[in-house]
């Protein structure tokens, strides 16, 4: 490109379409234009950033039971890798959360590196919670003293690694980005002493000689030295995550298992809850409260998600489902294989009146980012196909307004044998329902247990009038018969199509008799 005796008063810019010639020799004809494009990709920055940078997520405030996410009601339903995809820098989570918002699922666990596993924990293959050495990154900075676990120099607990916040900060960004609410669980008891081992906690691996007690002591208020590193922790890292909208902090996974104190816990929450005082945002806070069920009693004020484990029944809603909180089950996967085990549990969970549905999908690992590994011998499942199958109870209960609907098992009279019917409703105006065969929790011969080409009948005691019957394929989302339902006082018959093991239907009431 010539340029001319007046440069940089002129430019020449040519370019070659076919045979026209297209040129700017004045910069104050390019200079406005440039301008104009540079205003634009400003506001178009501003506002995506501004529509994503909204209120964090937040209990619904006309039902509490619900969340309220970039302005909309939600539910959280998940289908994720075991917890390593922040702590692992060989997991690629650009990848990992690009594949959830495809099956369309909004939610993930992460364990926030203060806990890390080992190859071969809980026979899980390819374990994203157990790096290979090299790999693991904890909140604190190495020392110049070798000597850690596997290889590497030790920690020190007193600073904090740079790296791990700017990791941080990329992931949530990356979560936002692609539609998925983080938990971000902050602690985890140790299980069983090679853990302990591994642990930076361990005064074997640090350099500040903190961390001499017992495994079972580390989640305690016992050791003043360590509670102050961990509350550090909190502090740093409630106040580098201040400013995204789609997480929430967890306390501790599992304190059940190894009798992690009340008094630990709550010292947790309580630093949560101070340290966001002076800070623009406030976050929800979750419990991990048990395995399978249990009444919360005096549940701590701060607390607005209570989750569980396993919970299959989902017994635990209905047990504190007028404490208007969140209810959660967010974790499980150690039923088997089987797609069919944990999306019948999903179904029955949050057609109970759950939130929140997380499940492990042992199908992601770090060679395996977008969850398609298939040949692996962890205790549990996941797939591609089950994430789908999550994907499509999202979208159908997402069909309904379920901030006004409620647990409606009393309308039922009878229900087919071997079969679950869980209903959920707005009284006399609309129903979501789902008719599932009766599973054990880890079935030995699930052909036992499974109904193929099924056709049953059930009875509901609905308020009179004309409705809308559509009857739904949990596992494609396909509609299988619509028709019009005549209730009657004192109870109606429903008839299914012919389906395989489960079946939803949505029930729409359009006219009085």
């Known amino acids: 490109m010539g340029m001319g005796t007046n440069f940089p008063w002129e430019i020449v810019h040519a370019v070659d379409v076919g045979r026209v010639r297209l040129s700017l020799r004045r910069c104050g004809l390019l200079f406005p234009w440039v301008i104009s494009v540079f205003c634009l990709v400003v506001y178009v920055t501003l506002c995506g950033n501004l529509a994503l940078a909204g209120q964090p997520l937040a209990q619904h405030p006309e039902n509490p039971r619900y969340f309220l996410w970039r302005g909309r009601p939600t539910i959280l339903i998940g289908s994720g890798e075991h917890y390593g995809a922040l702590l692992n820098t060989a997991f690629d989570f650009e990848r990992y959360f690009a594949a959830l918002e495809k099956d369309g699922l909004n939610h993930t666990r992460t364990f926030s590196g203060t806990y890390r596993e080992v190859p071969g924990s809980f026979g899980i293959t390819d374990n994203t919670l157990a790096p290979a050495p090299g790999y693991y990154l904890a909140?604190?900075?190495?020392?110049?003293?070798?000597?850690?676990?596997?290889?590497?120099?030790?920690?020190?607990?007193?600073?904090?690694?740079?790296?791990?916040?700017?990791?941080?900060?990329?992931?949530?960004?990356?979560?936002?980005?692609?539609?998925?609410?983080?938990?971000?669980?902050?602690?985890?008891?140790?299980?069983?002493?090679?853990?302990?081992?591994?642990?930076?906690?361990?005064?074997?691996?640090?350099?500040?000689?903190?961390?001499?007690?017992?495994?079972?002591?580390?989640?305690?208020?016992?050791?003043?030295?360590?509670?102050?590193?961990?509350?550090?922790?909190?502090?740093?890292?409630?106040?580098a995550l201040n400013e995204f909208d789609n997480f929430y902090f967890e306390v501790c996974n599992e304190p059940y298992v190894k009798n992690v104190p009340l008094d630990w816990q709550y010292k947790i929450i309580e630093t949560i809850v101070e340290t966001e005082k002076n800070l623009p945002n406030k976050h929800l806070i979750s419990m991990n409260i048990a395995n399978g069920s249990k009444r919360v009693e005096n549940p701590h004020p701060a607390v607005g998600i209570l989750n569980f484990h396993y919970c299959y029944p989902p017994d635990a809603v209905a047990l504190n489902y007028d404490l208007n909180r969140v209810i959660g089950e967010n974790e499980t996967g150690f039923r088997g294989r089987e797609d069919i085990l944990y999306r019948t549990e999903a179904w029955e969970f949050i057609?109970?009146?759950?939130?929140?549905?997380?499940?492990?999908?042992?199908?992601?690992?770090?060679?395996?980012?977008?969850?398609?590994?298939?040949?692996?011998?962890?205790?549990?499942?996941?797939?591609?196909?089950?994430?789908?199958?999550?994907?499509?109870?999202k979208r159908f209960i997402e069909s309904f307004d379920f901030l006004r609907m409620k647990p409606c098992q009393d309308l039922i009279i009878s229900r087919p044998e071997g079969f679950n019917l869980r209903i959920l409703g707005q009284p006399g105006v609309t129903y979501a329902g789902y008719l599932a065969v009766s599973l054990p929790s880890r079935p030995k011969n699930l052909a036992d247990h499974l109904r193929p080409n099924a056709q049953v009948s059930f009875g509901l005691k609905l308020p009179a009038g004309v409705y809308q019957l559509e009857w739904i394929s949990p596992v494609t989302g396909e509609s299988l018969a619509k028709t019009q339902l005549q209730a009657i006082e004192g109870g109606t018959s429903l008839e299914t199509p012919r389906f395989d093991n489960d079946i939803a239907f949505r029930l729409v009431r359009v006219a009085d008799n």
């Open 139 to 239: 909140p604190w900075a190495r020392s110049d003293e070798p000597g850690y676990y596997d290889g590497g120099n030790k920690f020190d607990l007193t600073k904090f690694d740079p790296r791990y916040f700017e990791r941080l900060r990329r992931f949530m960004a990356c979560a936002g980005r692609h539609g998925v609410v983080v938990e971000f669980n902050l602690f985890c008891p140790l299980y069983d002493e090679e853990l302990w081992r591994a642990s930076p906690m361990n005064a074997r691996n640090n350099i500040n000689g903190i961390g001499n007690c017992p495994s079972t002591e580390v989640l305690t208020l016992k050791h003043p030295d360590l509670v102050e590193v961990q509350v550090a922790f909190v502090r740093r890292v409630v106040e």
């Open 351 to 393: 057609l109970a009146g759950g939130g929140l549905f997380s499940h492990l999908d042992y199908s992601f690992t770090c060679q395996h980012p977008e969850g398609t590994f298939r040949d692996y011998r962890s205790p549990g499942g996941g797939s591609p196909e089950l994430r789908k199958q999550l994907g499509i109870l």
